[in-house]
């Protein structure tokens, strides 16, 4: 009777614990990439034909451009970006030292280009910022996201996490509630994804340009109705490496071509 | 005539009204942007091919092929084709103009679409008739009415 | 000069109608958009594109707001003999950008 009584009980607890469709829709971190239709995929995938290719190449000749006042480059410290910026992007946000708190990549060259260039920093959305972060962000593509997590990233990731499950706005919306609760399913007829940063920065179809990952974080908070929080800000640094974290094991595919 | 042959006339009278989509004042504005183009010049179906996918992902990208039968030799080439979208604001979309080099008179880009419409293709060949095509492309999310908000 | 790429072939066999790809870096603002101010942004859009070869016109295209942003261009060459193949995009503000290869034929 008493096995009989613990057999009980252990049959519940497994079964309360059997994946629901939340959890089943996260078990595998999936890309934006497949919920994209057949012609998006394509175009991503050519190399010439993906628009955010053009910013890569932008990026490549600015790599090499000297910068007043300090007359350095990128290229006079970090010489040849395919192996010196190899991977780099799969470790991005990461805890800095020097800064005393995470920081992303736009962080880090605008941290380059005025303690090491004496130049001035770029600010986000600029066809320079973005023609860096997605020629650096290339480097990488086809490599696995790889984010640390502890030790000093932990209390930013603990502040990332509770932002995604935080319901915000005017419609009251957490990013889980239609990233996790409502993957697959249709929002003005389109598709809803899992909300992965693995290809940023994207080249959006509705944006008609390449865009960063706070910008989107800008545009899903507007969308809402919630006020966004600035370009930069620690709160968005922190989602993106909670993000980052979620999609672990995704590879690069900067530059992404989303709708 | 007595009341079901009359009751008759009226439903299949309706029903042809209703077959083809509902008219738009941008239907009257594409007819206007092929007039001020080609004149009121005839035009016959065929020859000229649109690619297109039949449910567009975005109206703001939409990828568009289009091909026209010819053999392009110094007698007998296609001197033009342009693309309209019959209910864009702005009906049409591009003229290609093809030059003694063109290897073939195709031409792939990615157009603009407001809504569900339909894309039409309509070339001039060096004889100057006109041939045209005209393809339905389902849009969920428009070009023209995007980007209201500020991000 | 706005940010452009070009793809044309390396050569090409006498006669071959080769594939050739143009895309340049532009806005193509449609004239619907709205600034953060909530004031409409004007058309500005790229007019015309023009691809030359062997010191005639492969294509000239006349572009429209209709045409999505960073336009993108493919269309085919009769290759006849190595030479330049020139690309020009004129900005409806008059800004000319433009771009070149060599086609090998023979």
């Not at chain 1, 955010?52 to 090499?64: A, D, Y």
């Not at chain 2, 079901?4 to 004042?25: H, N, V, Y």
């Not at chain 3, 006849?80 to 020009?88: Q, R």
Request: glycine share 8%; net charge neutral; proline share 5%.
């Amino acid at each position: 009777m008493l096995r009989q009584g613990l057999l009980g009980i252990a049959v519940t607890i497994w079964t309360l614990q059997l994946p629901t469709h939340a959890d089943n829709a996260n078990s595998q971190p999936r890309s934006g990439y497949s919920f994209l239709s057949a012609e998006t995929r394509r175009m991503q995938d050519d190399d010439f034909a993906n628009p955010g290719m053009l910013w890569v190449e932008e990026g490549r000749k600015l790599w090499n451009q000297p910068d007043a006042p300090g007359g350095k480059s990128c290229q006079s410290c970090h010489a040849n970006p395919e192996q010196s910026m190899r991977g780099t992007t799969t470790h991005f946000p990461r805890y800095s030292a020097a800064a005393g708190r995470v920081i992303n990549l736009e962080q880090q060259i605008n941290r380059c280009r005025v303690e090491n260039m004496k130049s001035s920093p770029l600010a986000y959305e600029t066809e320079t910022l973005l023609a860096l972060t997605n020629f650096i962000s290339h480097q990488a593509k086809g490599m696995t996201i790889d984010v640390a997590v502890d030790g000093p990233a932990a209390p930013s990731f603990e502040r990332g996490k509770e932002s995604f499950y935080m319901r915000r706005g005017q419609l009251n919306l957490s990013c889980a509630n239609c990233h996790e609760q409502h993957v697959g399913g249709r929002l003005h007829g389109e598709p809803i994804s899992q909300g992965q940063i693995n290809g940023f920065p994207i080249y959006r179809q509705l944006w008609q340009t390449s865009g960063s990952t706070h910008r989107m974080f800008a545009w899903c908070n507007e969308a809402v109705r919630a006020e966004p929080y600035p370009a930069g800000s620690q709160e968005y640094v922190d989602l993106e490496l909670f993000e980052r974290w979620r999609g672990r094991g995704l590879s690069v595919e900067t530059p992404a071509v989303r709708r | 005539m007595n009341r079901r042959d009359a009751l008759t006339a009226i439903g299949s009278g309706a029903t042809l009204i209703l077959l083809p989509l509902m008219s738009f004042a941008g239907d009257q504005d594409v007819t206007d942007a092929i007039k001020s183009v080609f004149g009121g010049k005839p035009m016959r179906n065929g020859r000229v091919t649109l690619e297109l996918p039949k449910l567009a992902e975005t109206g703001n990208s939409v990828p568009l092929t289009l091909s026209v039968k010819s053999p392009m030799s110094a007698h007998d080439r296609v001197l033009r084709a342009c693309i309209f979208a019959s209910r864009n604001p702005r009906p049409l979309i591009a003229t290609m103009t093809f030059g003694p080099h063109a290897g073939s008179a195709s031409f792939n880009t990615n157009i603009r679409l407001s809504g569900t419409q339909d894309v039409i293709g309509i070339a001039e060949m060096s004889d100057h008739s006109l041939w045209r095509t005209q393809v339905r492309v389902f849009v969920t999310v428009g070009a023209c009415d995007a980007l209201q908000t500020r991000y | 000069m706005a940010n452009s790429r070009i793809k044309v072939p390396e050569s090409a066999r006498v006669g071959e109608a080769v594939e050739i790809r143009a895309m340049v870096m532009h806005p193509m603002e449609n004239g619907y958009n709205v600034d953060t101010q909530g004031t409409t942004i004007p058309v500005h859009i790229i007019t015309d594109f023009v691809c030359r070869y062997d010191g005639a016109e492969v294509i000239r295209v006349k572009l429209e707001p209709g045409l999505s942003a960073n336009p993108f261009f493919s269309f085919y060459l009769k290759a006849t003999k190595t030479g330049a193949v020139d690309f020009e995009w004129v900005d409806q503000d008059g800004t000319v950008t433009t771009a070149g290869a060599t086609l090998r034929v023979g």
